[in-house]
T-cell receptor, first 114, second 116 residues
Framework: DSGVTQTPKHLITATGQRVTLRCSPR?????VYWYQQSLDQGLQFLIQ???????AKGNILERFSAQQFPDLHSELNLSSLELGDSALYFC?????????????FGPGTRLTVT | AQSVTQPDIHITVSEGASLELRCNYS??????LFWYVQSPGQGLQLLLK??????LVQGIKGFEAEFKRSQSSFNLRKPSVHWSDAAEYFC??????????????FGTGTRLKVLA
């Protein structure tokens, strides 16, 4: 158990809908990262937040957005869902370390868009 | 662009046999390298990491990896595989972003099957 929690575990929804995925980082961690794992794209970095502020962006679609709240939990919002958004969404968290933060991954949320 | 290649999509070994999973990276500077394991229905667990120093690094569950700069490789090894090692293995490199933080770039993964 990494200490990172994600809810819900599974989510089934229809095309065009909007969903929110939630992530609670490990106690003391300030950074939250979101990754998407799909069969055709593999594991891809979406976005990072550090202490409430966006720090880095990866291959995140404009239909997707995220935020990190004062209690450091994070939410990933996916809107106008398409079949291709079906994937496993991972959250990871870290605290500042040198030379590079070590990321701890949650169990993921499996999103199925029908 | 930085990239990680895992040439083997699937590998099957017998229990007790040795294992080597290949990973090649493309990165301009000194790479920060990781191996993660993903068991079915689970998240990713860090097996080991390489930042600098000794090129042979030891990890959890009896795994080790060797960094070879000349070959741009970071192969994962285990001398004797157990049935519980059946999982998917991901190699990753830390890639610096414009804000100075690091994101991970993952390979496509190698699925390991262990025969009894």
């Amino acid at each position: 158990d990494s200490g990172v929690t994600q809810t819900p575990k599974h989510l089934i929804t229809a095309t065009g809908q909007r969903v929110t995925l939630r992530c609670s980082p490990r106690s003391g961690d300030l950074s939250v990262y979101w990754y998407q794992q799909s069969l055709d794209q593999g594991l891809q970095f979406l976005i990072q937040y550090y202490n409430g502020e966006e720090r880095a962006k990866g291959n995140i679609l404009e239909r997707f957005s995220a935020q990190q709240f004062p209690d450091l939990h994070s939410e990933l919002n996916l809107s106008s869902l398409e079949l291709g958004d079906s994937a496993l969404y991972f959250c990871a968290s870290s605290y500042p370390q040198a030379p590079i933060d070590e990321q701890y991954f949650g169990p993921g949320t499996r999103l199925t868009v029908t | 662009a930085q990239s990680v290649t895992q040439p083997d999509i699937h590998i099957t070994v017998s229990e007790g046999a040795s294992l080597e999973l290949r990973c090649n990276y493309s990165y301009g500077a000194t790479p920060y390298l990781f191996w993660y394991v993903q068991s079915p229905g689970q998240g990713l667990q860090l097996l080991l990491k390489y930042f600098s120093g000794d090129t042979l690094v030891q990890g959890i569950k009896g795994f080790e990896a060797e960094f070879k700069r000349s070959q741009s490789s970071f192969n994962l090894r285990k001398p004797s595989v157990h049935w519980s090692d059946a999982a998917e293995y991901f190699c990753a490199v830390g890639d610096i972003t414009t804000s100075g933080t690091y994101k991970y770039i993952f390979g496509t993964g190698t699925r390991l099957k262990v025969l009894a």
